[in-house]
């Protein structure tokens, strides 16, 4: 399926930087709790991910990451998501998360 140019622009993807990192026990499959920095206007916003297998909290911190942020909100367990951080499957279907390979300016648009 095809889409327009205009369709994609209306996906908001920005690039943030991890600032907290915590297990999340209490879903369903293995994931964390992340706060995302997204400077500016955007500021700080909150989401979980299944990215346990390549990741740990502590070396999430600091991690530039790109994520979808103009979703609505979603509850998941105890966790309300305001982004959906965005990552690709390894091999085995584990997710590695994407991100610019240089560091750029936190809330910067893909384009």
Do not use: C
Not at 10 to 36: C, H, M, N, Q, S
Not at 48 to 77: C, K, W
């Amino acid at each position: 399926m095809s889409i327009s140019y205009d369709d994609f622009a209306k996906v908001d993807i920005r690039v943030g930087r991890i600032t907290r990192a915590e297990p999340f026990p209490e879903a369903r499959k293995p994931a964390y709790k992340l706060w995302v920095d997204f400077g500016g206007e955007l500021g700080e916003k909150r989401s979980s991910a299944q990215i346990t297998a390549h990741y740990t909290p502590e070396g999430l911190i600091g991690r530039q990451v790109l994520a979808v942020v103009n979703f609505p909100p979603r509850q998941i367990g105890k966790v309300l998501s305001e982004v959906l951080v965005l990552g690709v499957p390894d091999a085995a279907g584990e997710v590695v998360l994407i991100g610019p390979g240089h560091a750029v300016p936190e809330g910067g648009r893909l384009f």
